[in-house]
């Protein structure tokens, strides 16, 4: 799981940079003259851009989704299990506490 995002992650940062280069090179060539190479320029950042919204609403659909699975496994181990969730509550209660009164 945490390799299947963190390479999309990269990915997506990689086309973000891309994005950000594309438009400090518009804005220079744009500064001077508008012409065939500007609106080349233009519409490689809109599909750039898209691409990347695109990917990025995508990455937030699987977190989304993964959030909702842990949740309902969590859920379903709450109710099979009440008194071994109320253990482990209190131990993680009890080593926070721990850790908050060593201070």
């Not at 594309?22 to 500007?38: H, I, Y």
């Not at 959030?67 to 071994?84: I, L, M, Q, S, Y």
């Amino acid at each position: 799981m945490s390799t299947y995002t963190a390479a999309q992650k990269e990915k997506l940062m990689s086309d973000l940079q891309v994005v950000i280069g594309d438009a400090e090179a518009l804005l220079r060539m744009t500064s001077d003259e508008v012409g065939e190479g500007a609106s080349d320029l233009r519409r490689r950042i809109v599909e750039r851009m898209n691409q990347a919204k695109a990917e990025l609403a995508h990455l937030q659909q699987v977190a989304v989704a993964k959030v909702k699975e842990a949740g309902h496994v969590t859920d379903e181990f709450v109710h099979e299990n009440p008194w071994k969730s109320i253990g482990i509550a209190a131990g993680v209660g009890l080593v926070i506490g721990l850790l908050i009164s060593r201070r």
